[in-house]
């Protein structure tokens, strides 16, 4: 196996500083679930999972203030996972549990940013996403319903992403019983938008493609890679299914906009090539992001 690409050395961030970052992320992230919660979901009775959708029923039911349902649920179950799971959940997470509610109690006088419950589901559901998704980028989370799914995980053995689904699935069906049908499927669309927003913050817009080349013009498509498109490749040694021949493939990594231009150069050089690309979405190094 092979490798060319340009080399530099990435001086590491302090960890004092790193540490900082992240507790502002987690800070930050609490915020914008709390500001999405109180203008767009709890207004239009959306209650699309979680903790922050059960305080939403029992607001609708009983009129108790969201923050301090969630301080009350939150508590205990940051408390249990840590005894049952038996893991070390970070001060962070524990930062998350605490400051979310605070921050619901905060904004919690703010005016309705919509009436309209469509639009309060697509925009609330992405104000959380956003808000989740810079929490989890703080390495931590805002415990809640994940900590009881993993407890459940633990007893029954169900898939974790099954135990997550069941749970947000009670809620959300709690929901449609208490205030309507309706207001039931608004809040799935919620917890759609607010999963897709979450993939979006973690592993961003922008898909790269990874890029296969069979050739037996290696060195020349090499050669033209590193001086047309400026990218370092991967050389791999594999056998032909059919043939049993031994060959050697160029693998590389270019930007979405590259790609055109790294196709048209190898079949420049090579027009007999086999190439196959596959969408990157996380690519870390030289060139792409780099934490």
């Known amino acids: 196996m092979m490798m060319m690409a340009k080399k530099y050395r990435r001086e590491p961030m302090p960890p004092l500083l790193r540490h900082a970052i992240e507790y502002a992320l987690v800070i930050l992230g609490s915020f914008f679930v709390a500001l999405a919660f109180n203008v767009f979901l709890l207004p239009n009775n959306i209650a699309s999972g979680g903790v922050a959708g059960i305080s939403t029923i029992t607001k609708g039911v009983f009129g108790w203030e969201p923050g301090i349902v969630q301080w009350i649920l939150n508590i205990p179950l940051f408390i249990t996972g840590v005894v049952i799971l038996g893991k070390n959940f970070g001060f962070k997470s524990l930062v998350g549990t605490l400051v979310l509610?605070?921050?619901?109690?905060?904004?919690?006088?703010?005016?309705p940013a919509?009436?309209?419950?469509?639009?309060?589901?697509?925009?609330?559901?992405?104000?959380?996403?956003?808000?989740?998704?810079?929490?989890?980028?703080?390495?931590a989370s805002t415990g809640g319903i994940d900590l009881a799914a993993q407890v459940v995980h633990k007893f029954t053995h169900l898939p974790l992403g099954i135990c997550v689904a069941m749970l947000d699935g009670m809620i959300v069906l709690t929901s449609a019983l208490v205030f309507s049908v309706e207001e039931g499927l608004y809040a799935l669309i919620g917890l759609f938008a607010t999963s897709r927003t979450i993939d979006i913050v973690q592993v961003g817009l922008n898909t790269s493609k990874n890029v296969m080349i069979v050739t037996d013009e290696i060195d020349e498509v090499r050669e033209a890679i590193f001086k047309e498109i400026d990218r370092g490749v991967t050389v791999l040694n594999g056998s032909g299914g059919y043939t049993d021949q031994e060959r050697r493939i160029v693998m590389c990594v270019v930007q979405q906009n590259e790609f055109t231009k790294l196709s048209q150069?190898?079949?420049r050089v090579d027009p007999g090539a086999f190439v196959v690309a596959m969408n990157a979405t996380e690519v870390l190094g030289e060139g792409f992001k780099t934490s």
Do not use: H, Q, W
């Open 265 to 267: 150069t190898v079949k």
């Open 101 to 111: 509610p605070l921050f619901v109690l905060l904004t919690s006088n703010l005016e």
């Open 114 to 139: 919509t009436p309209d419950p469509l639009l309060g589901a697509i925009f609330g559901g992405m104000g959380v996403g956003l808000g989740l998704g810079i929490v989890f980028r703080g390495r």
